[in-house]
Structures are given as C-alpha cells and as structure tokens.
C-alpha cells in the first residue's frame, strides 16, 4: 500500500494531479483543501496518501495534511460513502468546519454540500460525532464539549430514537429537555419512554 508520495507537481487540476516518482506518473484524486495548497507545476511536492484497492483498479487519493487524509478515512468508514463522495465532501468546506458541523448535528451546513442528501448526513453525525474532538480547533472542542455533554446512556437512547427514524437533532434536544425535568429515573427505559412521549406529544 502507498502511504505517502514525494516529487514533481507534473499536471494539477481542481480534482486530480499527476506526481513524477522518479521518472513515474502517479495520478493521484485530491480534494480542494490540498488543491489550494499546491505549488506551481514543475515544484517538488509531498502527499499523504491513501490507496483505495478495487477488483478492476487502484486509485490513490492525496491530502496536504494528515488531519485530512485522517478525516477521510473517517468518512469512507460510514456505509454509502465512498472515496469519491469522501472528497467531495473533503472540498466542501475545512477539515476544523466540516468536524464542526458534524459535532453540532448542523444537518443544514452538512446536506449544503454537493451529492450528500438528508440521510447521509444523519449518518455521518451518528457515526461520527464522538470522533470529531481531535479535528477540532481548542475553543471549539470546548464549545462541543459544553453543548453535547451527553453521558453513554442519553447516547444509547439516542441512538434507539434515530433508529426508529427521529430526527438525530430533535431526539437530542427531546433528551436534554427530559433529563432537565428530572421527571424521570436515569434508566434506559424510562428515559426512552418519555422522550417518545415528549416527541410525539
């Protein structure tokens, strides 16, 4: 597997380049966040790599940091994301804004980019949330911290009512809103059973 390539920006377009290896051309998928950062054609340049192996092809994707590459490989994780939509979604907006949109449940911000639909995104908060902290500047990861202090139990009732088909924002707020009450005992069942009756109230 190729990690990492270094040598000549040969060609550069917005979505893939062309690296000389030593005499041989890489062509290589990148989103526009390493595209920005690109030298001129004919300057040496380093990528972080990740091969995708397929039945019938070998595809090399290239970020300019490893926070991307690290996010990318995140994405391509969830089930109905594939490389090609990863960078697509990777050129849609920086790594610390994409990271906080996931971690804000900002489904608006998240379906805004192009070939990512309502339930895609619902996915990539379900599924991603927990691991954002890390591709998050300081003031924000505090700011997530304070505003998603959920414990293991508000996320496994969570995580029942986005699989009946609730809304991941609207179950969150219905949770805070019981737990605030203290209406309820802190069990997985009584806590579930009023925020179904708070949601569908």
Do not use: W
């Not at 009946?164 to 924002?169: C, E, K, V």
């Amino acid at each position: 597997m190729i990690g990492y390539l270094k040598g000549r920006l040969f060609r550069k377009k917005p979505n893939i380049i062309t690296l000389d290896v030593h005499g041989i051309g890489y062509e290589v998928s990148i989103p526009l966040s390493t595209f920005y950062e690109l030298p001129e054609e004919g300057s040496d340049v380093s990528l972080n790599i990740h091969t995708h192996v397929r039945e019938d092809a070998l595809l090399l994707y290239g970020f300019h940091t490893q926070r991307e590459k690290d996010l990318f490989l995140k994405l391509i994780s969830i089930s109905g994301i594939g490389p090609k939509l990863a960078v697509v979604i990777l050129s849609g907006a920086q790594v610390e804004e994409l990271a906080a949109s996931i971690s804000e449940s900002n489904l608006a911000r998240l379906t805004a980019i192009p070939g990512v639909g309502r339930k895609t995104a619902e996915r990539m908060v379900l599924e991603l949330k927990s691991h954002m902290t890390t591709f998050l500047l300081p003031e924000q990861a505090q700011t997530a911290q304070e505003t998603n202090a959920f414990g293991a139990l508000e996320e496994d009732v969570l995580s029942a009512l986005v699989n009946l088909g609730y809304p991941r924002p609207a179950a969150e707020k219905a949770i805070k809103g019981i737990l605030r009450s203290g209406q309820c005992e802190r069990t997985f069942e009584d806590v579930l059973r009023n925020t179904l009756h708070s949601l569908s109230g």
